[in-house]
């Protein structure tokens, strides 16, 4: 499974992104996909994750202001972001669990006060 984020950039406080994820590979199942983050000097958290014809989880940070999205038949996930918050900046990374966890490449979102 490979996993192609789009998306990311700088913005101001206040503002809106949009990511965008996108899984292909051979024949695969995919349970829970997601999307979780990175600051500098901090340790990956999860921001939002869609289990498999399941409800939508968020952390608390997040919640009211970012929505998470999962296209099941296209293996897509986005994240739209709103409300955007300095503390949001980090790398973002798309996750998708399948066989094994898997991971994108990680996009980069900053947030200027």
């Known amino acids: 499974v490979t996993l192609v984020e789009s998306g990311g950039g700088l913005v101001q406080s206040g503002g809106s992104l949009k990511l965008s994820c996108e899984a292909s590979?051979?024949?695969?199942?995919?349970?829970?996909m997601g999307w979780y983050r990175q600051a500098p000097g901090k340790q990956r958290e999860l921001v939002a994750l869609?289990?498999?014809?399941?409800?939508?989880n968020y952390a608390d940070s997040v919640k009211g202001r970012f929505i998470i999205s999962r296209n099941t038949d296209k293996h897509t996930v986005s994240l739209q972001m709103d409300s955007l918050k300095p503390k949001d900046t980090a790398v973002y990374y798309c996750?998708?669990?399948?066989?094994?966890?898997?991971w994108g490449q990680g996009t980069q979102v900053t947030v200027t006060s």
């Open positions: 590979g051979s024949w695969f199942t995919i349970y829970d």
């Open positions: 869609v289990p498999h014809n399941g409800i939508a």
């Open positions: 996750y998708a669990q399948s066989s094994r966890d898997y």
